[in-house]
């Protein structure tokens, strides 16, 4: 079967940096996805791999190894406003999108 | 503007009732999707329609069935609610399918209750 594993919490705080995990297996690859999506809202989009390496965009970094079926998300400088869920979801081989449950970040002061 | 719009946002409603939840794009996107997103928080296809081509995950109760008028909408309409139907059900759309999807453009949700 297709599985994305996540941590289903982590806390941390303001100002500090935290990488959020995810690793997944499944019927092939055709790229990950990080989202964000804030309590009673939508998810949004935050980044996209497909080659393996580092991805920044901003405060958030994204990295991908497709040999080892793991990615992480990397949040610098952290805000109050960070505190959301953060969902990761793989592209298989049919372009079907596979999602992982999202991990809870706390941010604390 | 919104992107992708959907209503409506709140919806409460008895056992064995109807329901729809309408959904718009102003994107041009050619894909839209409904999507569930249970109390533990996984989201999970539902349908995906593209160019007047449907594709169902075959989990889904025929109770469910979506309407696309124009590329711009797909609504949801479902039949005989249950309690277990309750959850927060999402629209989406993409620019395109397969390798040419690119990222997902979420509505803001509806959360349906069903007592």
């Known amino acids: 079967g297709q599985n994305i594993d996540q941590p289903t919490e982590m806390t941390a705080t303001e100002g500090a940096i935290v990488q959020i995990n995810c690793t997944y297996q499944t019927s092939g690859f055709n790229g990950l996805f990080w989202y964000q999506q804030h309590a009673g809202e939508a998810p949004t989009f935050l980044s996209y791999n497909v080659l393996d390496g580092l991805e920044e965009k901003g405060r958030f970094s994204s990295f991908l190894s497709r040999s080892k079926g793991y990615s992480y998300l990397l949040l610098k400088e952290l805000q109050m406003k960070d505190s959301a869920s953060y969902l990761c979801?793989?592209?298989?081989?049919?372009?079907?999108?596979?999602w992982g449950a999202g991990t809870k970040l706390i941010i604390k002061p | 503007d919104t992107a992708v719009s959907q209503t409506p946002k709140y919806l409460v409603t008895q056992m064995g009732n109807d329901k729809s939840i309408k959904c718009e794009q102003n994107?041009?996107?050619?894909?839209m999707y409904w999507y569930k997103q249970d109390s533990k928080k996984f989201l999970k296809i539902m349908f995906s329609?593209?160019?007047?081509?449907?594709?169902i995950n075959e989990t889904v109760p025929n109770r469910f069935s979506p309407k696309s008028p124009d590329k711009a909408h797909l609504n949801l309409h479902i039949n005989s609610l249950e309690l277990g139907d309750s959850a927060v059900y999402f629209c989406a759309s993409s620019r395109d399918r397969g390798e040419n999807t690119g990222e997902l453009f979420f509505g803001e949700g509806s959360r349906l209750t069903v007592l």
């Open positions: 994107l041009g996107h050619d894909t």
């Open positions: 979801a793989v592209v298989d081989s049919n372009y079907q999108l596979i």
């Open positions: 329609y593209n160019n007047k081509e449907l594709i």
